[in-house]
T-cell receptor, first 114, second 116 residues
Framework: EAQVTQNPRYLITVTGKKLTVTCSQNMNHEYMSWYRQDPGLGLRQIYY???????DKGDVPEGYKVSRKEKRNFPLILESPSPNQTSLYFC?????????????FGPGTRLTVL | AQSVAQPEDQVNVAEGNPLTVKCTYSVSGNPYLFWYVQYPNRGLQFLLKYITGDNLVKGSYGFEAEFNKSQTSFHLKKPSALVSDSALYFCAVRDSMNTGFQKLVFGTGTRLLVSP
């Protein structure tokens, strides 16, 4: 089944404890993105990647890092999480980065930072 | 900058009645518009998109959307609502004036509640 998977689905952590949320897609997609969803704000893009070793900032990149060492994987790294990073995170992928390309989303990771 | 607005936080409709979830957009070039649905504890699922051509776009689960250039709107519709349609709906847009990766810009979402 073609899909985007994320792990973990739920995570509670404490301020300053480094964490990684994994994302993997099995559709051979070039483009991958990370979004965060907050009430009343919709989804906002954190980072995106156009291909292996090519990444760029989205609208809200502060406090996050990403890497794209393999085409299928795009982990999100929070080196020193803070409570304002408590949110619902989505990974997405698309075949291309063009106007008509559809992004497909993972199931989400609900992160709570205490 | 491109943007979308979903003016209603919540829409309530009775099962069997038609439903409309509103979306208006603002872009500097040609609009490329998408609708996604988020069921409880699930990720976003793609419903449909408008790229060009026919102003009425048909999508998954019986949903359709009407593109209106003069009103800059892209309302989501369904002729007969089901209780199982209750979910959070997001409108999104891409702006053809940008170069590079064509980011999706999302609205704030509209919660649809369908009562039995």
């Amino acid at each position: 089944e073609a899909q985007v998977t994320q792990n973990p689905r739920y995570l509670i952590t404490v301020t300053g404890k480094k964490l990684t949320v994994t994302c993997s897609q099995n559709m051979n997609h070039e483009y991958m993105s990370w979004y965060r969803q907050d009430p009343g704000l919709g989804l906002r893009q954190i980072y995106y990647s156009m291909n292996v070793e090519v990444t760029d900032k989205g609208d809200v990149p502060e406090g996050y890092k990403v890497s794209r060492k393999e085409k299928r994987n795009f982990p999100l790294i929070l080196e020193s999480p803070s409570p304002n990073q408590t949110s619902l995170y989505f990974c997405a992928s698309s075949l291309g980065g063009g106007l008509a390309d559809t992004q497909y989303f993972g199931p989400g990771t609900r992160l709570t930072v205490l | 900058a491109q943007s979308v607005a979903q003016p209603e936080d919540q829409v309530n409709v009775a099962e069997g009645n038609p439903l409309t979830v509103k979306c208006t957009y603002s872009v500097s070039g040609n609009p490329y518009l998408f609708w996604y649905v988020q069921y409880p504890n699930r990720g976003l699922q793609f419903l449909l998109k408008y790229i060009t051509g026919d102003n009425l776009v048909k999508g998954s689960y019986g949903f359709e959307a009407e593109f209106n250039k003069s009103q800059t709107s892209f309302h989501l519709k369904k002729p007969s609502a089901l209780v199982s349609d209750s979910a959070l709906y997001f409108c999104a847009v891409r702006d053809s004036m940008n170069t590079g990766f064509q980011k999706l810009v999302f609205g704030t979402g509209t919660r649809l509640l369908v009562s039995p």
